[in-house]
């Protein structure tokens, strides 16, 4: 019997701005040997996420850019196939940082958790109970602390982030306005997230909208974005309101640094306060959000979308696709084993 092949997606340059499919290559390599105190994990699924672009830029910011050569970073779930460390045993699913391939020999600090929910898919370990769901869960309960009657205004609301945002402030008892591309995606908004009230920035500037929408202003701002629309939110902040940074999405480039209205008097005068947001920075109690969320979608309170790319070729032109917003929801790569590269 043939030995299995590890299909891979390697980085093979650098890309200015948004990351294309020419910046990727498709490569097999042997299974990968395991080593004392690792684990051996057959992806299932792949993540795709916009802090991929931050991941593959020669500008360094949280995180040591992936090198040239290197297997791309990812977020992935799957099975323990074999194990040597005495806190994995095969068998057992589990989902981290595993790259985008098939296979991904591995020490437990690159796992995130166990994937324990037997009665959820495995591809929402990566969407509303991976980083997407824990992000949106810590993000706006920690740093927007919402509170029942507030106005929550979110951007790229019908991302993977934004729609669980919106869910969890109407969950809080807040009104929630979504800010979001195209006439599909403002329908999901309000249909399938329910969201108050959706505006269309494509449609054009949105301050006129905003203000009608929210007239006595904007208690918390979940941006993903930055850019004109952030600038046009922060125009309609009602006093004390809290402002959660999460994504730059819109800034084309982070080199050189990029300039824009100044936001000092907004937040002096509204008395306002703004922060930067990271998940990583709360991984020790992923648990607790992950199982709080999971409550929510059984329970019917907390719906999900999910965008699900078939075939690891997809794999290179995932993220400008991500971008360029022509994915519904959350956008997976599922891995199909009888592939075979071109």
């Not at 068998?91 to 796992?111: C, H, K, N, T």
């Not at 929801?329 to 590269?341: D, F, N, S, V, Y």
Request: proline share 6%.
């Amino acid at each position: 019997m043939t030995a299995p092949r590890n299909r891979q997606v390697i980085l093979v340059s650098r890309p200015e701005g948004i990351p294309q499919a020419a910046n990727f290559a498709l490569r097999e390599a042997p299974l990968p040997a395991l080593q004392d105190g690792e684990i051996l994990v057959h992806n299932h699924l792949l993540s795709v996420d916009p802090a991929m672009r931050g991941w593959v830029s020669a500008v360094a910011n949280y995180a040591k850019p992936v090198g040239i050569g290197e297997v791309m970073r990812s977020f992935a779930p799957g099975e323990v196939l074999e194990s040597r460390h005495p806190d994995f045993a095969a068998g057992e699913r589990v989902s981290g940082l595993f790259g985008w391939q098939d296979y991904a020999a591995v020490a437990p600090s690159a796992v995130t958790r166990k994937v324990v929910e037997q009665n959820l898919p495995l591809s929402a370990s990566l969407g509303v109970l991976g980083l997407n769901g824990t992000t949106a869960y810590f993000a706006l309960l920690e740093i927007g602390q919402p509170k029942p009657g507030e106005t929550v205004v979110v951007s790229t609301a019908a991302g993977a982030v934004g729609f669980i945002v919106g869910q969890i402030a109407k969950l809080k008892g807040c009104r929630t306005i979504g800010i979001t591309g195209g006439l599909e995606k403002r329908r999901q908004c309000l249909e399938e997230f329910g969201y108050d009230a959706a505006l269309d920035y494509k449609a054009g500037p949105i301050d006129a909208v905003l203000a009608e929408a929210a007239p006595d202003g904007v208690d918390i701002y979940f941006d993903n974005t930055a850019g004109p629309i952030s600038d046009a939110v922060l125009r309609q902040l009602a006093v004390r309101a809290r402002v959660v940074i999460c994504g730059t999405a819109s800034l084309s480039s982070w080199d050189p640094w990029p300039q824009g209205p100044r936001v000092e008097r907004h937040l002096l005068v509204k008395r306002t306060r703004m922060q930067g947001f990271l998940i990583f920075d709360h991984a020790e109690r992923t648990e607790g959000a992950v199982a709080q969320l999971a409550d929510w979608v059984r329970a019917g309170s907390l719906a999900y979308r999910e965008d699900i790319l078939d075939g690891i070729a997809e794999a290179p032109g995932a993220i400008a696709r991500l971008y360029r917003g022509e994915n519904s929801g959350k956008l997976l790569i599922r891995l199909l084993h009888q592939e075979t590269l071109a």
